[in-house]
């Protein structure tokens, strides 16, 4: 069992950067890839960014490379994603999911434990 808990959201210009992090509990988080998410309003949830177990490994959506981070440090248990050249359309809640299948993916019904999010809003 995994529990997450994100944190770093908040308002910001557009241009601007967040960092947000996600706290894991569970003695094996270096074993789970780990995902970030996000829902505007009226949209489905949609992927983000992931990276694999060791760190070494990560993919992004076409809409935020280049601007956006993941990182982890598996000794603090924690999921980063550095958010700069924010715009107005990154606009939504972003969620931390970890995921229990080691082949690389980007569905989100491929993750198995998620948080409560934390919302991200960019104003023009």
């Given amino acids: 069992q995994v529990q997450l808990v ?3 959201g908040g308002l910001v210009q557009a241009g601007g950067s967040l960092r947000l992090t996600c706290a894991a509990s569970g003695r094996t988080f270096s074993a789970y890839p780990m995902g970030w998410f996000r829902q505007a ?16 490994d990560t993919d992004y959506a076409d809409s935020v490379e280049g601007r956006f981070t993941i990182s982890r440090d598996n000794a603090k248990n ?3 994603l550095q958010m700069n050249s924010l715009e107005p359309e990154d606009t939504a809640v972003y969620y931390c999911a970890a995921s229990t299948k080691y082949y690389r993916t980007s569905a989100a019904r491929d993750y198995d434990y998620w948080g409560q999010g934390t919302q991200v809003t960019v104003s023009s």
């Fill in 6 to 8: 994100e944190s770093g």
């Fill in 41 to 56: 309003p009226g949209k489905e949830r949609e992927f983000v960014a992931r990276v694999s177990g060791s760190g070494g």
């Fill in 78 to 80: 924690l999921v980063y």
